[in-house]
């Protein structure tokens, strides 16, 4: 089955800083490459995606790239805010079910 | 638009108690179902997901099982709850077909076993 690895496990960065999270994943054949902001007590909110033809999306200060050939993906978050604070989950997606990397914890520093 | 239900939104059972958590998806039909569990501070761990009525996968054996008793409901079962049964239930769906790959989360059930 797929497996998807995810670093850092935690990340501190001061306001304004750019954040990078990183992941690999195992599957040529996955497809499908969401991430998820989950805050503390709430549920995981899809915060942006990107399919396997597509190389990089971006979304205001937030952007993904994606190299098929060396099977991994990237999450930049620019300019952060205090609200960036949360917990960032990636997966993969293959055979109708989601492989969640383990998260990585983003605390945002006034 | 579709929204999800999850019910209740906390639960305090003992050890050895039954467990019935539900699911309900509106606005949507034939939805892929999903129930994950996220122990404290940890990861997401899918447990059963479902591409149609009556059709369960199961990713993980345990005491849990699941049921899909109607088009747009999923329903986690429990004979005997143990202490590691414990944590944050999170149902989700995605649409059939191409719409397939973006899933969408509940808003979880807390349960504490003790």
């Known amino acids: 089955g797929e497996n998807v690895e995810q670093h850092p496990s935690t990340l501190s960065v001061q306001e304004g800083d750019s954040a990078v999270i990183k992941c690999t994943y195992s599957?040529?054949?996955?497809?499908?490459f969401p991430w998820y902001k989950q805050e503390l007590g709430k549920r995981p909110q899809l915060i942006i995606d990107?399919?396997?033809?597509?190389g990089e999306k971006k979304d205001q200060r937030i952007a993904v790239t994606l190299n098929k050939t060396a099977k991994h993906f990237s999450l930049h978050i620019t300019e952060t805010q205090p609200e960036d604070s949360a917990v960032y989950f990636c997966?993969?997606?293959?055979?109708?079910?989601?492989?969640f990397g383990a998260g990585t914890t983003v605390t945002v520093r006034a | 638009s579709q929204t999800i239900h999850q019910w209740p939104a906390t639960l305090v059972q003992p050890v050895g108690s039954p467990l019935s958590l539900e699911c309900t998806v509106e606005?949507?039909?034939?939805?892929?179902l999903y129930w994950y569990r996220q122990a404290a501070g940890r990861g997401l761990q899918l447990l059963f997901y479902?591409?149609?009525?009556?059709?369960i996968s199961s990713e993980v054996p345990q005491n849990l099982s699941a049921s899909r008793p109607q088009d747009r409901q999923f329903i986690l079962s429990s004979k005997k709850l143990l202490l590691s049964d414990s944590g944050f239930y999170l149902c989700?769906?995605?649409?059939?077909?191409?719409?397939?790959?973006?899933?969408?989360f509940g808003p979880g059930t807390r349960l504490t076993v003790t």
């Open positions: 606005g949507t039909s034939n939805p892929n």
């Open positions: 599957d040529s054949a996955s497809n499908y």
């Open positions: 989700a769906w995605s649409g059939g077909g191409a719409s397939a790959y973006e899933q969408y």
């Open positions: 997966a993969a997606y293959g055979d109708y079910k989601l492989s």
């Open positions: 479902s591409v149609g009525i009556g059709q």
């Open positions: 990107i399919r396997s033809n597509v």
